[in-house]
Protein backbone atom coordinates (compact mmCIF):
# COMPACT_ATOMS: atom_id res chain seq x y z
CA UNK A 1 0.00 0.00 0.00
CA UNK A 2 1.02 3.83 -0.58
CA UNK A 3 0.74 6.60 2.23
CA UNK A 4 -0.08 10.01 1.24
CA UNK A 5 -0.12 12.84 3.79
CA UNK A 6 -2.21 15.46 2.93
CA UNK A 7 -3.10 18.59 5.33
CA UNK A 8 -3.62 18.16 8.81
CA UNK A 9 -5.19 15.23 9.50
CA UNK A 10 -5.82 13.98 6.27
CA UNK A 11 -4.74 11.11 4.93
CA UNK A 12 -5.04 8.97 1.60
CA UNK A 13 -4.29 5.13 1.05
CA UNK A 14 -4.03 3.68 -2.34
CA UNK A 15 -3.72 0.02 -3.10
CA UNK A 16 -3.85 -2.22 -7.14
CA UNK A 17 -5.63 1.60 -8.23
CA UNK A 18 -8.25 2.03 -5.45
CA UNK A 19 -8.32 5.11 -2.97
CA UNK A 20 -9.29 5.36 0.47
CA UNK A 21 -9.26 8.55 2.08
CA UNK A 22 -9.39 9.39 6.03
CA UNK A 23 -10.76 12.79 7.38
CA UNK A 24 -10.66 15.44 4.31
CA UNK A 25 -11.66 18.09 6.58
CA UNK A 26 -11.36 22.07 6.51
CA UNK A 27 -7.42 22.12 7.33
CA UNK A 28 -6.60 19.51 4.07
CA UNK A 29 -6.27 20.75 0.25
CA UNK A 30 -9.82 21.43 -1.17
CA UNK A 31 -9.51 18.38 -3.49
CA UNK A 32 -8.07 16.10 -0.78
CA UNK A 33 -10.49 13.42 -1.29
CA UNK A 34 -11.22 13.85 -5.09
CA UNK A 35 -10.87 10.83 -6.53
CA UNK A 36 -11.73 8.88 -3.90
CA UNK A 37 -13.61 5.23 -3.70
CA UNK A 38 -14.05 5.09 -0.34
CA UNK A 39 -13.72 8.19 2.66
CA UNK A 40 -13.63 7.68 6.38
CA UNK A 41 -14.21 10.31 8.65
CA UNK A 42 -13.64 9.74 12.28
CA UNK A 43 -15.62 12.77 14.20
CA UNK A 44 -17.62 16.01 13.40
CA UNK A 45 -14.89 18.62 13.91
CA UNK A 46 -14.32 20.62 11.07
CA UNK A 47 -10.34 19.85 10.82
CA UNK A 48 -11.94 16.13 10.07
CA UNK A 49 -15.11 16.46 8.47
CA UNK A 50 -16.51 19.08 5.63
CA UNK A 51 -18.68 19.03 3.69
CA UNK A 52 -17.59 20.91 0.73
CA UNK A 53 -14.55 18.30 0.32
CA UNK A 54 -16.68 15.07 0.22
CA UNK A 55 -19.23 16.75 -1.87
CA UNK A 56 -15.95 17.43 -4.48
CA UNK A 57 -15.19 13.46 -3.74
CA UNK A 58 -18.75 12.22 -3.99
CA UNK A 59 -19.40 14.40 -7.15
CA UNK A 60 -16.12 13.00 -9.08
CA UNK A 61 -16.80 9.61 -8.38
CA UNK A 62 -20.81 8.42 -8.62
CA UNK A 63 -19.33 4.92 -6.93
CA UNK A 64 -17.65 6.46 -4.05
CA UNK A 65 -19.09 6.02 -0.16
CA UNK A 66 -18.66 7.64 3.23
CA UNK A 67 -17.73 5.57 6.47
CA UNK A 68 -18.52 7.71 9.60
CA UNK A 69 -20.24 7.61 13.31
CA UNK A 70 -23.60 8.72 13.17
CA UNK A 71 -22.99 11.91 14.37
CA UNK A 72 -21.99 12.39 11.06
CA UNK A 73 -24.04 10.47 9.31
CA UNK A 74 -26.98 12.15 10.12
CA UNK A 75 -25.48 15.29 8.54
CA UNK A 76 -25.12 14.25 5.30
CA UNK A 77 -27.00 11.44 4.57
CA UNK A 78 -29.95 12.83 3.26
CA UNK A 79 -26.78 14.89 0.86
CA UNK A 80 -25.67 11.78 -0.52
CA UNK A 81 -28.26 9.40 -0.08
CA UNK A 82 -27.70 5.39 0.06
CA UNK A 83 -24.12 6.40 0.15
CA UNK A 84 -23.23 6.97 3.92
CA UNK A 85 -22.67 4.51 6.07
CA UNK A 86 -23.02 4.64 9.99
CA UNK A 87 -20.09 2.60 11.81
CA UNK A 88 -19.13 1.98 15.78
CA UNK A 89 -16.52 0.53 17.77
CA UNK A 90 -16.40 -2.84 16.63
CA UNK A 91 -17.43 -2.78 13.56
CA UNK A 92 -16.03 -4.37 10.33
CA UNK A 93 -16.66 -3.73 7.14
CA UNK A 94 -15.01 -3.67 3.42
CA UNK A 95 -14.81 -0.34 1.73
CA UNK A 96 -13.63 -0.17 -1.66
CA UNK A 97 -11.44 -3.34 -1.21
CA UNK A 98 -9.87 -2.07 2.44
CA UNK A 99 -10.76 -4.11 5.40
CA UNK A 100 -11.44 -1.52 8.02
CA UNK A 101 -12.19 -2.47 11.93
CA UNK A 102 -13.56 0.82 13.65
CA UNK A 103 -12.15 1.18 17.08
CA UNK A 104 -12.89 3.96 20.20
CA UNK A 105 -15.96 5.70 20.65
CA UNK A 106 -15.14 9.49 22.09
CA UNK A 107 -13.54 12.39 21.62
CA UNK A 108 -10.39 13.07 23.39
CA UNK A 109 -11.49 15.60 26.88
CA UNK A 110 -10.70 18.90 25.76
CA UNK A 111 -12.05 20.84 28.82
CA UNK A 112 -13.83 19.28 31.45
CA UNK A 113 -16.80 21.82 30.52
CA UNK A 114 -16.48 20.92 27.04
CA UNK A 115 -19.17 17.88 25.89
CA UNK A 116 -17.57 14.80 24.37
CA UNK A 117 -18.42 14.04 21.11
CA UNK A 118 -18.51 10.58 19.33
CA UNK A 119 -15.07 10.06 17.42
CA UNK A 120 -14.23 6.26 15.66
CA UNK A 121 -10.34 5.00 15.04
CA UNK A 122 -10.02 3.21 11.67
CA UNK A 123 -7.26 0.11 11.25
CA UNK A 124 -6.70 -0.11 7.78
CA UNK A 125 -6.15 -3.85 6.51
CA UNK A 126 -4.72 -4.73 9.55
CA UNK A 127 -1.65 -2.15 9.33
CA UNK A 128 -2.43 1.51 9.17
CA UNK A 129 -4.13 3.02 12.25
CA UNK A 130 -5.95 6.50 12.48
CA UNK A 131 -7.41 7.36 15.73
CA UNK A 132 -9.12 10.35 14.64
CA UNK A 133 -9.09 12.85 18.25
CA UNK A 134 -8.39 10.44 21.00
CA UNK A 135 -5.82 8.48 22.31
CA UNK A 136 -7.39 4.97 21.47
CA UNK A 137 -4.86 1.80 21.96
CA UNK A 138 -6.69 -0.53 19.21
CA UNK A 139 -6.16 -3.78 21.48
CA UNK A 140 -4.45 -5.43 18.41
CA UNK A 141 -0.69 -5.19 16.66
CA UNK A 142 -0.49 -2.55 13.93
CA UNK A 143 2.44 -1.69 11.39
CA UNK A 144 2.04 2.08 10.99
CA UNK A 145 -0.15 4.54 13.58
CA UNK A 146 -0.95 7.44 12.34
CA UNK A 147 -0.01 9.85 15.80
CA UNK A 148 -2.03 12.82 16.35
CA UNK A 149 1.02 14.98 17.41
CA UNK A 150 -0.23 18.35 18.39
CA UNK A 151 -4.08 19.36 19.53
CA UNK A 152 -5.55 21.53 22.40
CA UNK A 153 -6.65 18.22 24.30
CA UNK A 154 -3.31 16.73 24.07
CA UNK A 155 -0.06 17.00 26.01
CA UNK A 156 3.39 15.50 24.31
CA UNK A 157 4.21 13.10 27.64
CA UNK A 158 0.73 11.60 26.95
CA UNK A 159 1.49 11.27 22.89
CA UNK A 160 4.91 9.86 24.13
CA UNK A 161 2.86 7.43 26.34
CA UNK A 162 0.57 6.41 23.64
CA UNK A 163 3.16 5.75 21.23
CA UNK A 164 4.74 3.77 23.90
CA UNK A 165 1.58 1.30 24.53
CA UNK A 166 0.31 1.38 20.98
CA UNK A 167 4.09 -0.17 20.22
CA UNK A 168 3.84 0.06 16.39
CA UNK A 169 6.60 -0.89 13.96
CA UNK A 170 6.64 3.05 12.98
CA UNK A 171 4.59 6.21 14.37
CA UNK A 172 3.81 8.96 11.42
CA UNK A 173 2.71 12.22 12.50
CA UNK A 174 -0.65 13.55 11.51
CA UNK A 175 -3.29 16.33 13.52
CA UNK A 176 -0.30 18.90 13.03
CA UNK A 177 -1.93 22.09 11.17
CA UNK A 178 -1.49 24.50 14.42
CA UNK A 179 2.45 23.08 15.11
CA UNK A 180 4.72 25.50 14.35
CA UNK A 181 7.40 24.98 12.35
CA UNK A 182 10.25 26.03 15.24
CA UNK A 183 8.35 23.22 17.24
CA UNK A 184 8.57 20.49 14.84
CA UNK A 185 12.40 19.36 15.81
CA UNK A 186 11.52 19.67 19.23
CA UNK A 187 8.51 17.16 19.13
CA UNK A 188 10.28 15.34 16.87
CA UNK A 189 13.17 14.81 19.21
CA UNK A 190 11.22 14.01 22.08
CA UNK A 191 9.05 11.41 20.35
CA UNK A 192 11.78 10.06 18.61
CA UNK A 193 14.31 9.64 21.75
CA UNK A 194 11.47 8.38 23.91
CA UNK A 195 8.73 6.60 22.03
CA UNK A 196 10.77 3.45 21.84
CA UNK A 197 9.76 3.24 17.98
CA UNK A 198 10.67 4.59 14.45
CA UNK A 199 8.75 8.03 14.48
CA UNK A 200 8.40 10.39 11.25
CA UNK A 201 6.73 13.06 9.83
CA UNK A 202 5.94 13.20 6.24
CA UNK A 203 4.78 16.99 4.40
CA UNK A 204 1.63 17.19 2.68
CA UNK A 205 1.97 15.43 -0.53
CA UNK A 206 4.58 13.27 0.41
CA UNK A 207 4.46 9.17 0.69
CA UNK A 208 5.28 6.33 2.14
CA UNK A 209 4.92 2.56 1.27
CA UNK A 210 3.05 0.81 4.04
CA UNK A 211 3.14 -3.26 5.04
CA UNK A 212 0.09 -5.63 4.80
Known amino acids: MKLIKKGHACVRIEQD ?11 SEGDAAVGADAILVTHEHPDHFDEGRLRAAMEANPGAQIWTPRSVAEKISTTFPGRVHTVGEGDTF ?5 EVEVHGQLHAVIHPDIPR ?13 HPGDALTVPGRDVDTLLLPVHAPWSKVSEVIDYVR ?3 PRRALDVHDGLLADQARPIYDRMIGDLGGVEHGRLAPGESVGVAR
Not at 17 to 27: A, E, H, N, Q, S
Not at 94 to 98: I, N, T, W
Not at 117 to 129: E, K, L, R
Open 17 to 27: GRTLVIDPGGF
Open 94 to 98: DAAGF
Open 117 to 129: IANCGYVVDGSVF
Open 165 to 167: EVA
